[in-house]
T-cell receptor, first 113, second 115 residues
Framework: GNSVTQMEGPVTLSEEAFLTINCTYT??????LFWYVQYPGEGLQLLLK?????DKGSNKGFEATYRKETTSFHLEKGSVQVSDSAVYFC????????????FGRGTSLIVHP | EAGVVQSPRYKIIEKKQPVAFWCNPI?????LYWYLQNLGQGPELLIR????????DSQLPKDRFSAERLKGVDSTLKIQPAELGDSAVYLC?????????????FGEGSRLTVL
């Protein structure tokens, strides 16, 4: 079956620090990969996605590269801001799973001024 | 454009009481999802609707949970009777179709506390 493993949080950083949140996956077939973000008091929203190997998704300064050889989709940002404090969810979807996203447990990011 | 609307945002009930959650998806989105999110966990699918038809409901505990989506627009998720372990956030999401975009639009969720 499909599954996503994320690094445990919380991740605590100072403003302008470099961010990496690790995500690895197990999937049947060729998944599409996603990062969703949940800001405090809000619903989950799509941050970025990649649909095939070596694709790089990017948005709001965040990037993630689809690495088929290591089954990974790590989220990175070069310089985090306080406003990036949120919970980040890695997810995948496959045709065999009717394209319904399977989510990781989420990683909380706390950025201090 | 209005997003996915859920109500109530918070609900506190005694165990064995019934509870219902309502969701209004984004206009024109024919696919609707109910997810369960336990504390510190990612969302887990309960049921997916394509228009008014329920599909992918294998994770819905049918002895106490029920859902409906009359007329293929808004949806209701019911628990009767509620148990202590049902305390969680119930998320509703919608998408334009279940094609390859994979993008779901989520509501803010309904947080249930069962005492």
């Amino acid at each position: 079956g499909n599954s996503v493993t994320q690094m445990e949080g919380p991740v605590t950083l100072s403003e302008e620090a470099f961010l990496t949140i690790n995500c690895t996956y197990t999937a049947t077939g060729y998944p599409s990969l996603f990062w969703y973000v949940q800001y405090p008091g809000e619903g989950l929203q799509l941050l970025l996605k990649a649909t095939k190997a070596d694709d790089k998704g990017s948005n709001k300064g965040f990037e993630a590269t689809y690495r088929k050889e290591t089954t990974s989709f790590h989220l990175e940002k070069g310089s985090v801001q306080v406003s990036d404090s949120a919970v980040y969810f890695c997810a995948l979807a496959t045709s065999g799973g009717s394209y319904i996203p399977t989510f990781g447990r989420g990683t909380s990011l706390i950025v201090h001024p | 454009e209005a997003g996915v609307v859920q109500s109530p945002r918070y609900k506190i009930i005694e165990k064995k009481q019934p509870v219902a959650f309502w969701c209004n998806p984004i206009s024109g989105h024919n696919t609707l999802y109910w997810y369960l999110q336990n504390l510190g966990q990612g969302p887990e699918l309960l049921i997916r609707y394509e228009n008014e038809e329920a599909v992918d409901d294998s994770q819905l505990p049918k002895d106490r949970f029920s859902a409906e989506r009359l007329k293929g627009v808004d949806s209701t998720l019911k628990i009767q009777p509620a148990e202590l372990g049902d305390s969680a956030v119930y998320l509703c999401a919608s998408s334009l179709n279940r094609g390859f975009s994979g993008e779901l639009f989520f509501g803010e969720g309904s947080r249930l506390t069962v005492l």
